[in-house]
């Protein structure tokens, strides 16, 4: 990927600590910086307090309440960032699930396949890791409200709502990419996410037609997106300059 | 008197003919056209005005978002006819599969729908669905949806979604600046991944694609699979971020990978009549 969405560094404000967000916010408003022409970085530093979890897992501590940023200004490199953001969320997700399967109900064949998302999930939260170098160091912390990761029909019954908005939210932010490149990343991603929902509602009910509920899928603007997501995630995800425009497809909203 | 042998005109598609019709109509009323195809239709040639108006209308370069979604179209096509062929064979698709290929073919239906709709909104004609050869000239030998040949179709129907999935993925850069049809595309794009899915699991693969593997499939479809090994995305090795988590295959199984325009209509190429 080239260099094309990094921002102009004169105009960036960059943010290390937790005080000076909070400074930030208080003292001029999150908006009124955008509108002085304004790009927001969050630095290493405010992103190791966000999470400060365990690397191999993403298993983050949950409560801390910070906030994460994304600026869609940035062009691409948001869209990444948002996209980091739900990888973080399944692939953790996921992890609990493998964590959990001694004392579980899933059986041998479920146990397996659960693997292989957990697998594919990790890769995508650790390959955005990569591609976003600077851009991707913080870390969101997940929360599952109690959710019982040994109960096959609870645990699925959710992994169905991640699979089904990681689709519908690829579908709906893959507009804003501006290379054909970052498209094609969403596109080998989000063929993958659907794979995922398709077996998990297989699993649910199995040879019915809810593999594929309709001719159409989802595609959801980030904003609705990342409200759906907000449930399960403890640190406020706060967008910046989000696209005021979102162009739907043809059956879709 | 001997019956009068078929005119060149009857054996070309209706469509082709209304779109070569109203083009000529255009033109008759001042449209723009170029001086070898006015010459040619104030001959009164009808072949020679046929051939001319026919590369009037598709002979210029292709707009990329037409020719992407014409590609789409003919993919769906092949995917209708099959299942629409499919459900229709007394005693091939058990009972208790019923569900999901109905669900397959009303998905095929209306994606055929919709792209001829959205390619007519833009101004052009959808290209007629073609006449497909299921046994593919030969390489599937006496496939004709016969009540014992089911476990040919679904590995067909894997082999078909598997590509449907790689021919849109493709064509996405290609409608990177119209957003409506990006979006529309992506939309049918992951319930062909569903699809994909579904059916290899209903065959006992996992639902994704390992390496670059076609699994127990037919050697003359590997083209379909060829590249899904890929171990490097946007520049990334996946190689040290897999190594704990399923290697290469969960590397290659994490990321489904385009097909270019040329290799899908290569592999449809296999199965036209």
Known sequence: ?253 | MPPKPPSLMSTVDTEIIDAVETRAAEIAQGASASSKLVAALALGSVPIALGALATDLWGQAPSEVVDALQLALLLEHLESDFYTRGISAAGMIPVADATIFATLNAHESTHVSVLRTIIGAKGATAAPKPVFDFTAKGSVPGFVFASTQYETFKMLSQAFEDLGVRAYKGQLPRLISDKSTLTTALTFHSVEARHAAEIRRLRGKKGWITGGSRDDLPAFLQPVYAGEENGTQGGVSLAPIATAFGGPDGASEAFDEPLTREQVTAIVGLFLA
């Open chain 1, 1 to 253: 990927m080239g260099d094309a969405w990094r921002g102009d560094e004169a105009k960036r404000v960059s943010i290390g600590t937790i005080e000076q967000w909070n400074a930030l916010l208080s003292r001029r408003g999150f908006m009124r910086l955008m509108g002085l022409g304004g790009a927001l970085v969050l630095l290493p530093g405010i992103a190791t307090s966000c999470g400060g979890g365990d690397a191999v897992t993403g298993v983050g501590t949950p409560g801390s309440g910070d906030t994460v940023a994304i600026d869609f200004a940035a062009g691409d490199v948001a869209v990444l960032q948002f996209a980091y953001v739900l990888e973080q969320l399944e692939a953790d997700f996921y992890s609990r699930v493998v964590s959990a399967f001694t004392g579980s109900n899933f059986t041998a064949a479920e146990q397996t396949l659960l693997t292989d998302i957990r697998n594919h999930e990790v890769i995508h939260r650790d390959f955005f890791k990569a591609l976003l170098g600077s851009n991707g160091e913080f870390t969101i912390t997940p929360t599952y409200s109690g959710l019982n990761f040994q109960d096959r029909a609870t645990f699925l019954a959710a992994a169905k709502t991640f699979e089904d908005l990681g689709v519908a939210a690829y579908n709906g932010a893959a507009q804003y990419l501006t290379t054909a490149d970052n498209l094609t990343i969403a596109g080998k991603i989000v063929s993958v996410e659907a794979r995922h929902a398709s077996a998990i509602r297989d699993l649910l009910n199995p040879k019915s037609a809810d593999f594929a509920p309709r001719a159409f899928d989802d595609a959801l603007s980030p904003i609705k997106s990342a409200a759906a997501a907000q449930d399960f995630i403890v640190d406020k995800l706060a967008f910046a300059n989000a696209p005021a425009v979102f162009v739907p497809g043809l059956g879709t909203g």
